[in-house]
């Protein structure tokens, strides 16, 4: 899987992007195809925050017809990142094992419908 990162209003240091490439690589153990693409943007959602600075982190996979967002928001950037990576990873897991019903389902369909034909009765 390939993952461009980007930062929006802040500075994209190393550190910030081992930890973001590290944490999307994470997800690969769920995806069966590599030429997925991942869209990473990070940065502060809002630059007059009173409270403190805000932090987003977005991610959209997309590729291998697959097509994922997520966003989330925290007090902390690392935080937010972990968040994001949750959410995205719940929804690889949701659409792998929605994969794999519609294949069972259809799976049954054709077995049952083998049943009704008669191909291994001897005639005779």
Do not use: C
């Not at 999307?24 to 007059?48: N, P, W, Y």
Request: hydrophobic share 40%.
């Amino acid at each position: 899987m390939r993952i461009n990162i980007q930062a929006t209003g802040i500075e994209l240091t190393p550190a910030i992007s081992e930890y973001v490439e590290k944490k999307i690589r994470a997800l690969e153990k769920f995806m069966r195809h590599a030429d997925a693409v991942a869209q990473v943007e990070v940065g502060r959602s809002t630059q007059h925050h009173k409270t403190g600075e805000v932090f987003k982190a977005e991610v959209h996979i997309t590729g291998a017809g697959i097509d994922l967002y997520a966003v989330s928001e925290h007090s902390d950037l690392y935080a937010a990142i972990d968040l994001v990576k949750d959410d995205i990873a719940r929804s690889v897991v949701q659409l792998k094992g929605k994969r794999e019903t519609l294949t069972r389902r259809g799976a049954k369909a054709i077995k049952n419908m083998m049943k009704g034909f008669n191909f291994f009765k001897r005639r005779g």
